[in-house]
């Protein structure tokens, strides 16, 4: 990835970089660290498969680099390691919302969730969701076989709830591509592929 593929600020700051750390072709705390150079809207840690111990003593060191960027922290899944490292946002998925009323303890004040539909979207502000990842949008390998929900559907989430909607699934570091997301009233963008798989030595720093 060339630094003329990067986004300009305008667009990076509506873009949640989700984290895989297999796609990395350099160490991931390094990637996470050039990431963050970009000043993206939020690093969401989306290493789903790592157990608690593992999540946690990660999560840590990316709060870190975070927070000397100033670029928000979002914890996916890990609750009480949220909780612990004082972390402010979380995101879930729809199942673990649905357990509780409210996850808003400890510091934690922000709670968003992934929607697969109008009414998924609509039952997680009931549910108190702060925000929504709607997808997907685009076709993409991560979904491979399935068919992209496409931007109708992306335009009927917006519509549906008052609170904010990022649109994940097949969205690249395109200009043109993120104003047609942007046009359909999402709030931004969530991008993992190109991001976790730029090789930074190519890239500004």
Known sequence: MCRQQILPQEYMGKIIAVTNRKLCTVPFLEQIEWIC??????????????????YEA?????????ERHQVKCIYHTFVEEAKREQIESVHLPMWKLRECKTWK???????????????????????????????????????????????????EVCEAVEIPVYAIGGIHLDPSQVEEVLSCGAKGVCIMSELMKAPIELCDR
């Open 37 to 54: 150079t970009l000043k993206p809207h939020a690093i969401l840690l989306r290493e789903k498969d790592l157990q608690p111990e593992e």
């Open 58 to 66: 990660l999560g840590k060191k990316v709060k870190e680099i975070c």
């Open 105 to 155: 303890e400890g510091r934690i004040s922000v709670v968003g969730t992934s929607v697969h539909s109008v009414d998924e979207a609509i039952e997680a502000q009931q549910r108190g969701a702060d925000y929504v990842i709607a997808g997907h949008i685009y076709t993409t390998d991560c979904k491979k076989g399935l068919p992209p929900r496409g931007l109708g559907f992306l335009r």
